[in-house]
């Protein structure tokens, strides 16, 4: 089983919008509504942002959305901050009691 | 205030065997709630989902590792564990314990606390 694939990097300037994009296959996004995000900042663990493909949990900003369309989910963030700087994280659950992690992407805060 | 605190000896020996635990405060392993699970970040990679462990000690790794992982459970300690053997320079990561989130009675595959981590080396 592979990693999700990610976009590299993706940069934004303050207060635009960008979309992360997360790549699977139909054994494991395209089957499952277990889609999760991940931000991570440098020296830290990850924190879930983003859970069942659109939901977010308590105290997370509503600036983060998340959706799924076939094989391919995408994290959405609204009104770009510079604490937003950070690397992001897909996962999702690909079957017979396994996650699979993508491999990440640096956004970065022009 | 939950939280997570792995403990590792921070070097291995190549084909030695990784020993790691992760201690668990303010939330109960044996209440059933959540599932408990590794994870490890290589150097410059994405998160990799080692395997959980339930309290009943019923446990899930990850297939692609091809290798001895054993995960194990102490509920009256409140702490579960990890063994790698044959470790070798490419299981230098940063290893994470985190708790995973239990519906009713289904895992719903995301993780809502993480550790803060523990950096192992393997090198002779």
């Known amino acids: 089983q592979s990693a999700l694939t990610q976009p590299a990097s993706v940069s934004g300037s303050p207060g635009q919008s960008i979309t992360i994009s997360c790549t699977g296959t139909?054994?494991?996004?395209?089957?499952?509504?277990?889609v999760s995000w991940y931000q991570q900042h440098p020296d830290k663990a990850p924190q879930v942002i983003i859970y069942e493909a659109t939901k977010r949990p308590s105290g997370i900003s509503v600036r983060f959305s998340g959706t799924v369309s076939g094989n391919t989910a995408s994290l959405t963030i609204s009104g770009l901050q510079t604490e937003d700087e950070a690397d992001y994280y897909c996962?999702?659950?690909?079957?017979?009691?396994?996650?699979?992690f993508g491999e990440g992407t640096k956004v970065t805060v022009l | 205030q939950v939280q997570l605190q792995e403990s590792a000896p921070g070097l291995v020996t190549p084909s030695q065997t990784l020993s790691l635990t992760c201690t668990v405060s303010?939330?109960?392993?044996?209440?059933?709630?959540?599932?408990w699970s590794w994870i490890r970040q290589r150097p410059g990679k994405g998160p990799e989902w080692i395997g959980y462990i339930y309290h009943t000690g019923s446990t899930f790794s990850n297939p692609s590792l091809q290798r001895g992982v054993m995960i194990s459970v102490v509920p009256s300690k409140n702490q579960f564990s990890l063994k790698m053997t044959s470790v070798t320079a490419a299981d230098t990561a940063v290893y994470y314990c985190?708790?995973?989130?239990?519906?009713?009675?289904?895992?719903?595959?995301?993780?809502?606390?993480w550790g803060r981590g523990t950096l192992v080396t393997v090198s002779s």
């Open positions: 303010g939330d109960s392993i044996a209440s059933g709630g959540s599932y």
């Open positions: 139909s054994s494991d996004i395209g089957s499952y509504n277990y």
């Open positions: 985190a708790r995973q989130v239990r519906g009713e009675g289904y895992n719903k595959w995301y993780f809502d606390l």
């Open positions: 996962a999702s659950y690909a079957g017979r009691s396994t996650l699979l």
